[in-house]
């Protein structure tokens, strides 16, 4: 995909204006005074065609010169995605268990949506989509990206606030109580999940197996496997926790991100996306009642 180029003209300009106070508004795909200082460090931004400083000093009939977007080119990932939602500003897909979300890797989700979802006709439009989140490479479900700039602040912002709701499930080890919450920190950090059973059933094998909805309040790495393997209730096929514990193996880990709730943030409405986690948790669940 050939480098977007964006020109504007100054037209006219307050004495003593700076010039990332300026190009910030100028340029919508910037949006903040960090991003015009990388632009500049990067040598994508230009003034009269010449790499622009960060004591450049604009007058009127300046013109401006922006190169790209600053994001790391895509490489080439044929993978079909669900998309569950999608508006000209963000996209959620359904994220397959064992591809990354995004990172220095050939098959992660960016890579994936890069050829197949245009960018919006906004003047803020990412190249592509870029996401706002990351889920654990090999949990299933939800994950939300942004297609223009100020969506990606936006949402980036929220996540930090703690103002999007998420909502796992995943089929666990043993026989959770009814309702309850963890709240064991890790590496030192506050780590909260709350979390519901929703089912449980005899297991000839692993004695209960258990169906958990998980709420995490915070967002550290790993938490709900942490959590739960601390709890005593190892979720389904986590080989990377198990240690010595027996757990079915060869069916991928047994999470699934199934809800997001936020607040638009161009319409200001609520929004909430829910999927079912995959079929087989709930078939393992029957067929190991149906052994017991």
């Not at 949506?113 to 003047?123: E, K, M, Q, R, Y």
Request: aromatic share 4%; with cysteine; glycine share 8%.
């Amino acid at each position: 995909m050939p480098k977007r180029q964006q020109k504007h003209r100054v037209r006219s300009i307050t004495p003593g204006t700076s010039l990332t106070d300026y190009c910030r508004k100028a340029f919508p795909l910037l949006g903040s005074k960090t991003a015009v200082k990388k632009a500049i460090a990067d040598g994508r931004l230009l003034v009269n065609g010449q790499p622009a400083q960060l004591q450049t000093v604009l007058q009127k009939g300046d013109q401006l010169q922006l190169k790209g977007a600053g994001l790391p080119k895509a490489r080439k990932f044929d993978q079909d995605l669900p998309v569950v939602w999608e508006d000209d500003h963000l996209v959620i897909v359904n994220k397959p268990g064992g591809i990354a979300t995004n990172g220095d890797r050939v098959q992660t989700v960016e890579n994936a949506l890069a050829g197949s979802i245009p960018p919006p006709p906004l003047p803020d439009a990412l190249p592509r989509p870029v996401a706002v989140h990351r889920i654990d490479l090999p949990t299933k479900g939800l994950v939300l990206l942004a297609k223009t700039k100020s969506a990606l602040m936006s949402m980036s912002q929220a996540f930090e606030d703690n103002q999007v709701k998420k909502a796992y499930q995943a089929v666990v080890h043993g026989q959770p109580p009814a309702s309850g919450t963890f709240d064991a920190p890790i590496d030192g950090k506050t780590a909260v999940t709350h979390f519901q059973t929703l089912r449980t059933v005899p297991s000839q094998v692993y004695g209960h197996l258990s169906l958990v909805e998980l709420q995490p309040v915070t967002g550290r790495t790993h938490q709900l496997r942490i959590h739960l393997q601390q709890a005593g209730h190892l979720i389904v096929g986590d080989k990377h926790y198990a240690k010595d514990k027996d757990t079915i193996l060869g069916k991928g880990l047994f999470l699934c991100a199934c809800r997001l709730s936020f607040t638009h943030p161009h319409t200001g409405e609520k929004v909430e996306v829910r999927i079912r986690p995959p079929r087989r948790f709930l078939k393992t669940l029957d067929r190991e009642e149906g052994r017991s």
